[in-house]
């Protein structure tokens, strides 16, 4: 298979069309593309976009004002030797808008294998850090950077220009599948190659111009005479996102619009939030109203629990049945009983326990600014949060309290190590704003050592009973999992052992393998 941005070769429904192809704008993925040279556009069935006549041609995706561009999901036929495609970000800077930015190329050489072409000279940059999984690789003194790889590119993404939470930019490829060999040439006599590795991010160190937002993405390839765009996740506060259903995504002032929330009957219109992996998530909405009685927002959370990955966190509901907004939740990791917590300026006012199957009452007419998910950490269990603009008095298993938040948890003794995914649907609302988005990351434990006669204690906090210790006499050894298993006091775990004999040994602690028990 070859390597291209995003490409994924394979087989494609060529017979299965939804609408007669056009040459002019086409909504498609929740945004509005624009065909390039010759090429025409055709929605198909599950909402694929169709690019025909792509030799000479191909697609532009605008964006609006993306602070950090976009992965596309092209799909195409069998590629060969020769063959590439290439995804151009434009955006402004230096108060120009739609200016090139950088371009991420890729070109199939043939016996699985590509090369990947990032080109950052439209911000004048002359040198590039390489970072292969998050490791950092070494600096390329160019403004180009060509990186040999070869594997199964099928499934793979890339964007032009992503940002990372810890606000530096550049631009990134992923692969579905580690990759046999990464060679990357920091210059011509010093290549470094790597026997594995799926994430590839190249960061320009100089530029000379700073990039306020990408307005579009251009895709064009050469070799395929057609290719098909499957999905699009939009770069916004260091997220992407992907619209559900019949939703568009419009990136305007550091804001996310999220509208077209036609759905009456199916609740499917809405927004998917990918996490990379986060403990807490929380997403500030301007100002949302529940206007009628079949208004309704329904958020749900998908992540790792018990080391199982793609599990369900629930489902919170936000709905309006009779005038007085009700939310209610439902979690198959606590499908008996609710503890829900009200809080005001963020200090907590008081909790409830509520059988799962009722519902917690909002007073007046407050509007919701603010849905939250969360998994297990020190501070908190697993659940969802709600934030309203206003104090409200919240009425929960016939008690009453008042506040400004509300957290919908599940007790003890359940598990949730992370969040992959966020999904807010709704039904009868037209549309909502995403203002803003934060997102905590776990922590790694730290081991204490308690000595005492004869023995030690190992401590470390552990929510989610992830870990155990290993030992070794001496470093040159390899590290064994020690025999006895950990004791869980609460969240702590511990580890008794023998000090009694002469000599040294290390311990550390290690994460369990998904699977393990």
Not at 235 to 263: C, E, I, P
Request: hydrophobic share 45%; with cysteine; charged share 15%.
């Amino acid at each position: 298979m070859a390597l291209f941005l995003g490409l994924a070769a394979a087989w494609l429904p060529w017979g299965v069309f939804a609408a007669d192809p056009t040459n002019g704008p086409l909504k498609a993925l929740g945004l509005t593309n624009v065909p390039l040279g010759n090429s025409t556009l055709e929605l198909v069935d599950n909402g694929v976009l169709f690019v025909h006549d792509s030799i000479d041609g191909g697609v532009s995706v605008l964006l609006g004002e993306a602070e950090a561009g976009v992965f596309l999901y092209p799909l195409t036929g069998d590629a060969y030797e020769g063959y590439w495609m290439e995804g151009k970000a434009y955006g402004r800077f230096a108060g120009v808008t739609n200016q090139l930015v950088s371009t991420v190329r890729g070109d199939h050489v043939g016996n699985s294998r590509g090369t990947v072409t990032v080109n950052f000279s439209a911000l004048g940059a002359t040198r590039l850090s390489v970072f292969v999984d998050s490791t950092f690789i070494g600096r390329i003194s160019n403004s180009v950077a060509v990186i040999d790889v070869q594997g199964n590119a099928q499934g793979c993404r890339a964007n032009p220009w992503w940002r990372l939470p810890d606000g530096s930019f550049g631009a990134m490829v992923e692969l579905a599948y580690s990759a046999w060999l990464i060679s990357v040439a920091l210059a011509p006599d010093h290549p470094v190659d790597l026997e594995a590795g799926r994430t590839l991010f190249i960061r320009p160190d100089d530029p000379t111009n700073s990039v306020e937002f990408i307005s579009s993405v251009d895709v064009t390839a050469g070799g395929f005479g057609s290719f098909c765009l499957t999905d699009a996740r939009v770069g916004m506060f260091y997220h992407g996102h992907k619209a559900l259903g019949q939703a568009t995504l419009s990136a305007v002032t550091n804001r996310l619009v999220v509208g077209n929330l036609t759905s009456i009957s199916n609740v499917e219109d809405g927004v998917f939030v990918e996490l990379p992996s986060v403990t807490a998530f929380d997403m500030d909405l301007v100002p949302l109203e529940l206007p009628g009685t079949n208004a309704l927002l329904m958020v749900s959370g998908y992540g790792t629990a018990g080391l199982q990955a793609f599990t369900a966190l629930g489902t919170l509901r936000i709905d309006n049945p009779d005038g007085r907004i009700r939310l209610g939740v439902e979690m198959g990791i606590a499908p008996q009983t609710t503890d829900v917590l009200i809080r005001s300026n963020g200090v907590v006012v008081g909790s409830v326990s509520m059988p799962s199957s009722e519902f917690v009452s909002l007073s007046g007419t407050p509007r919701i600014v603010g849905c939250a998910i969360s998994g297990k950490t020190l501070q908190t269990q697993p659940g969802f949060g709600v934030r309203v603009d206003r104090l409200t008095a919240f009425t929960v298993a016939g008690q009453t309290l008042e506040g400004d938040e509300v957290r919908l948890l599940a007790p003890d003794p359940v598990v949730f190590e992370t969040l992959e995914s966020f999904v807010m649907v709704s039904q009868e609302v037209s549309s909502f704003t995403i203002a803003g988005e934060r997102a905590a990351y776990p922590t790694l434990p730290e081991l204490r050592v308690l000595p005492s006669t004869n023995q030690v204690t190992l401590l470390w906090p552990d929510p989610n009973r992830l870990f155990v210790v290993e030992a070794t006499s001496t470093l040159t050894n390899a590290f064994e999992v020690l025999t006895n298993p950990p004791v869980m006091v609460g969240d702590m775990g511990s580890v008794t052992v023998d000090s009694s004999e002469s000599g040294q040994r290390f311990f550390r602690l290690q994460r369990r393998p998904p699977g393990s028990d």
